[in-house]
Structures are given as structure tokens and as C-alpha cells.
């Protein structure tokens, strides 16, 4: 089972900042964050990851909180195209067995409206 | 980011045919590749995670000998599905990774459908 909790579905004004809120309570100590998202009908599409502290690239900036037992993934300026599902994966990074492996969730549905 | 190719992008086969799926990484050698099917408003379920010349590790409740999966060179992996039955009908994503160690990236396909009639 995934480790994280979503909302199933939000809705963004295009060109408002979009933030995605996760829950990771049970994240242990050697857990990364990772955010993904899938438009319809393609594979997933990498974002960003981090493990306390907070991360930015071009796509977006992540927020993990100092307990990190939640984050929340922003885009900074939505567009149509980011309408997509976004998936918040914890994952380790032992070496080798299953830990490492990418497990998704149900993820959330971001609808960018114009 | 890295390419990860897949072949066919969507295919039709009849009940109790054979299907085979190739996944690619075009620009990096990935020592680990993993397959993934996804029902319709469904997520991603991993279905199995296979290293470069070994065999595959299938997750709990997917048959191997119905999936079988080769990952023959570090560039190119392939999924069968043997016998197939309208309840295979799913999109099929692979996933590549450089190597064993999960702090190389995981890059993905852009799934291959597959329609049994």
C-alpha cells in the first residue's frame, strides 16, 4: 500500500500558483519524497524530490515540513497543461530489494481552469 | 531527463494470442528496469522489477509464466503476455533506472495499450 494520503481532486485558476498537499506520517528517516505526474493516456513524468530540505527546480518547488511528515508540491504559475494526476511517492534508498521501488497511490487530480 | 521508448504504443491482438512489448532507455544503460499496468482510473501497479541478465522479480498475484519478462541487454527489455484474455486489456508502462542503487533516477515510458478481443 502507498504510504502517502492525497485529496483526490483539485482545482487551479491558470496562471495561479497550484499547491499539492501530501500526508507522510510513517515516512522513516531514510525516505525521500517524490513527486510525479501523469497527464492522461502517457507514462509519468518526474517533478521533483527532496528529503528535508526544501527543493526547487523548473517545474516546481517543493515544501516538506520539519517534522516531515508532510509536503506540499507547488507549481508556481499553472497552466492548461499541467492538468494532470500527481502522485507523492515516499521511497528509500537502500541499496537493492523492493524498498527502493516506485509504489503509487491514487495520487490527486489537478484540473488548471482557465 | 532521460528517454525511455516503448513499442508498440498500442496494439490489438485476439483472445489467446501472444503480445510482445518492448521498452527501451535510448539515451542511458539501465541496469534495472521495472513494468507497470494501469486499468482505466486506476493507478499504476507495479507489476515486476527486473535487473540487466537476471530474472525477474514479480510482485505478489501477477503469474509468471504469463508475463514473461526479459531484460536481455542494459538498453532493452520486453514484456509477453502469453495467452491473452480480454482481463489482460490494460496500459502497459515500463520504467527504467541506471543502476541498482535507488538513488539513480527511475525514468518512465509512454505506455503501450493493449486491447484483447
Known amino acids: 500500500d502507498a504510504k502517502t494520503t492525497q485529496p483526490t481532486s483539485m482545482d487551479c485558476a491558470e496562471g495561479r500558483a497550484a499547491n499539492l498537499p501530501c500526508n507522510h506520517s510513517t515516512i522513516s528517516g531514510n525516505e525521500y519524497v517524490y513527486w510525479y505526474r501523469q497527464i492522461h493516456s502517457q507514462g509519468p513524468q518526474y517533478i521533483i524530490h527532496?528529503?528535508?530540505n526544501n527543493e526547487t527546480n523548473e517545474m516546481a518547488s517543493l515544501i516538506i515540513t520539519e517534522d516531515r511528515k508532510s509536503s506540499t508540491l507547488i507549481l508556481p504559475h499553472a497552466t492548461l497543461r499541467d492538468t494532470a494526476v500527481y502522485y507523492c511517492i515516499v521511497r528509500s534508498w537502500n541499496y537493492g530489494g523492493s524498498q527502493g521501488n516506485l509504489i503509487f497511490g491514487k495520487g490527486t487530480k489537478l484540473s488548471v481552469k482557465p | 531527463g532521460a528517454v525511455v521508448s516503448q513499442h508498440p504504443s498500442w496494439v490489438i491482438c485476439k483472445s489467446g494470442t501472444s503480445v510482445k512489448i518492448e521498452c527501451r532507455s535510448l539515451d542511458f544503460q539501465a541496469t534495472t528496469m521495472f513494468w507497470y499496468r494501469q486499468f482505466p482510473k486506476q493507478s499504476l501497479m507495479l507489476m515486476a522489477t527486473?535487473?540487466?541478465?537476471?530474472?525477474?522479480?514479480?510482485e505478489q498475484g501477477v503469474e509468471k509464466d504469463k508475463f514473461l519478462i526479459n531484460h536481455a541487454s542494459l538498453t532493452l527489455s520486453t514484456l509477453t503476455v502469453t495467452s491473452a484474455h480480454p482481463e489482460d486489456s490494460s496500459f502497459y508502462i515500463c520504467?527504467?533506472?541506471?543502476?541498482?542503487?535507488?538513488?539513480?533516477?527511475?525514468?518512465f515510458g509512454p505506455g503501450t495499450r493493449l486491447t484483447v478481443t
Open positions: 520504467s527504467a533506472r541506471r543502476g541498482l542503487a535507488e538513488s539513480y533516477e527511475q525514468y
Open positions: 527532496g528529503l528535508k
Open positions: 527486473s535487473n540487466e541478465g537476471s530474472k525477474a522479480t514479480y
